[in-house]
């Protein structure tokens, strides 16, 4: 069982060795569980021919692909989840271009998807809340003790999810996200949470999501209006959901840590950390579901 990553490409910064995305081609590539990597190319600038792209591993298949606009023959920025037709494992790993992640994390990130491939597993967390002074709901991405987003910058996901994202989903949600070309991410959680009503799954990562381009391009990152059109899309999801669906979890998962305090009392055990992830999980689950079920028979 392996995955395929998908990295939506919108940016545009010019492929080479010390670039972001060349630099995470090859780290995806040398994942012992991927199978295909799927370019979702999304910008007026040509992608790079096939032998500027990192060298892979035969059984690693690289794929460069230009879906096609949208109705205003604009380049959708849903279409990271459509149901491309070269996507054929259930696990998929979305990525962002400018993504900065390692094989070591791709891999136990995908261990834990495993153990829960219903829920979005990933590194970026982000959080709402319901703003009493404003009466709406809000959306932060700073430090806090909870989650209830994981961007899909960085993050694993069933396949099913693309159909029921492009097929099943109100054409209101699409055309907000379309009109701001933003919230995507946003829109891809409330649907998961939605169907599951459990919360995504984070684990932590070693440095920062994103890496920075030195080519002082345009980011999404560093718009001003792009924090704004977040929680404005927060509402409207909510509104046409008729509810909010997304749900805080306080966990997370580091795969250092879990790793040194596991092998320090088994340093016999080949992948420990992976039996504690489980073990941490499994725990977790079960005495979460034990006191929802007691709030909902006590009527709390």
């Keep these: 069982m392996g995955f395929t990553a998908v990295i939506y490409c919108q940016l545009g910064i010019p492929l080479s060795t010390n670039s972001p995305l060349y630099r995470l081609v090859n780290y995806v590539g040398r994942s012992k569980y991927v199978t295909k990597i799927l370019i979702v190319w999304s910008n007026e600038n040509r992608p790079a021919s096939r032998n500027r792209w990192p060298g892979l591993p035969l059984h690693v298949s690289l794929h460069v692909i230009q879906p096609g606009g949208n109705e205003q023959g604009k380049s ?11 996507i054929e494992t259930e696990a998929v790993l979305s990525l962002d271009e400018d993504s900065a992640l390692t094989t070591d994390e791709i891999d136990f990130a995908f261990t834990v998807w495993k153990q829960f491939p219903d829920r979005i597993v990933g590194y970026p967390g982000r959080s709402h809340f319901w703003d009493e002074s404003k009466s709406t709901w809000g959306y932060t ?9 994981v961007l899909t910058g960085a993050a694993f996901y ?4 693309n159909y ?7 054409p209101l949600l699409h055309k907000t996200v379309e009109q701001s070309q933003n919230c995507e991410d946003i829109l891809m959680n409330f649907l ?3 169907v599951t009503r459990r919360p995504p799954i984070k684990v932590t990562q070693r440095k920062q999501y994103k890496e920075h381009s030195s080519s002082g ?3 999404p990152w560093n718009d001003p209006d792009h924090f704004i059109q977040r929680q404005t899309c927060l509402n409207t999801f909510a509104a046409v959901f008729g509810y909010m669906p997304l749900l805080r979890s306080n966990l ?11 092998q320090i009392k088994e340093k016999s055990i080949v992948g420990s950390s992976w039996w504690a992830v489980s073990i941490q999980f499994i725990l977790h689950e079960f005495f979460s579901t034990c006191i929802y079920n007691v709030i909902l028979y006590k009527g709390f």
């Design 76 to 86: 959708s920025i849903s279409q990271r989840f459509f149901t491309h037709k070269e």
């Design 141 to 149: 991405s700073k430090w806090t003790n909870d989650y209830s987003i």
């Design 217 to 219: 391009g345009w980011s």
């Design 158 to 161: 069933h396949r099913y999810y």
């Design 164 to 170: 029921l994202y492009t097929e099943w989903l109100s």
């Design 252 to 262: 997370r998962l580091d795969p250092v840590l879990l790793k040194i305090q596991f």
């Design 192 to 194: 998961v949470s939605h």
